[in-house]
């Protein structure tokens, strides 16, 4: 496997294939074995992915909306400007600063002023103000319920910018894999007797809702009698991201189950 990295949980097997303490050892000479074992774990891994689900048009217009949690969403992952009701609005990038801040809280504000952001990231503010535009939408509109369904207007959210010279072939902030969660973290029993090394206890936990969101289709925008039918959908919450290099970052339209998630939020397997 020159040039690759190879899977370290199919490491882990021929390893063990070739140890002689180790169980798997009594395999080796039986490759069949081994290509049932590794089917099953693949067959594993894809049960952690979630699809979205299909796109059911019953709902025509905006008063029928009812924000269900419980159910599937209909996407995962979705371009601004599939949410936009300006089909021509275009976002561009401001002149590099070396800008580099990390989870920098902010207020969900109406202008740059009021989300109380420093003079220095002004220039991103139409980019940061199309992520929180389904917010502020929602906190002005007739037709949401703002006791059952508030808008996050005056929380706090968290900004990240990082502008950097990336050499090739090297990548700007994490590679590989992954999704935005801590993955498992074990947490201390309350039962637990300390004091003595090695006598700890703990429990996994991995209920993590770090940049959670949901998007709920609504039907088409626009009356016939308005003009052209478009599908709408409705965010709330959840990660933006945005790249000024074309063609550097990928995603999928899918959800990973939480223990399908490894340390950091790993998912190289």
Aim: hydrophobic share 30%; glycine share 8%.
């Amino acid at each position: 496997m020159s040039g690759q990295t190879q899977n370290p949980i199919s490491k882990v097997l021929l390893e063990g294939l070739y140890d002689q303490e180790c169980p798997l050892s009594r395999l080796r000479g039986c490759p069949h074995l081994l290509r049932v074992i590794w089917e099953d774990i693949r067959e594993y891994w894809r049960g952690m992915i979630e699809l979205p689900c299909e796109v059911q048009a019953e709902n025509k217009y905006w008063c029928n909306v009812e924000v269900d949690h419980s159910v599937q969403s209909s996407f995962f992952l979705t371009p601004i400007s599939s949410v936009s009701w300006d089909s021509d609005t275009h976002y561009t990038f401001p002149t590099p600063s070396d800008i580099n801040i990390n989870m920098m809280p902010f207020i969900v504000g109406k202008t740059f002023e009021s989300s109380k952001l420093p003079e220095y990231v002004k220039p991103y503010w139409s980019l940061i103000k199309a992520c929180i535009n389904p917010e502020l939408n929602r906190a002005s509109h007739h037709l949401w319920d703002r006791r059952s369904n508030p808008s996050d207007l005056g929380r706090v959210y968290y900004l990240t910018i990082q502008e950097s010279f990336v050499g090739a072939g090297s990548s700007q902030r994490r590679p590989g894999l992954h999704v935005d969660s801590p993955g498992e973290v074990k947490m201390k029993n309350e039962d637990c007797q300390g004091g003595k090394e090695g006598k700890g206890s703990s429990q996994p936990y991995r209920g993590h809702h770090w940049g959670e969101g949901c998007a709920h289709y609504i039907g088409e925008c626009n009356k016939p009698e308005y003009g052209e039918e478009k599908p709408s959908f409705v965010l709330q919450g959840g990660i933006y991201l945005a790249s000024s290099m074309s063609s550097s970052c990928k995603a999928w339209n899918c959800k990973v189950a939480p223990k399908g998630v490894g340390r950091l939020g790993d998912i190289e397997h």
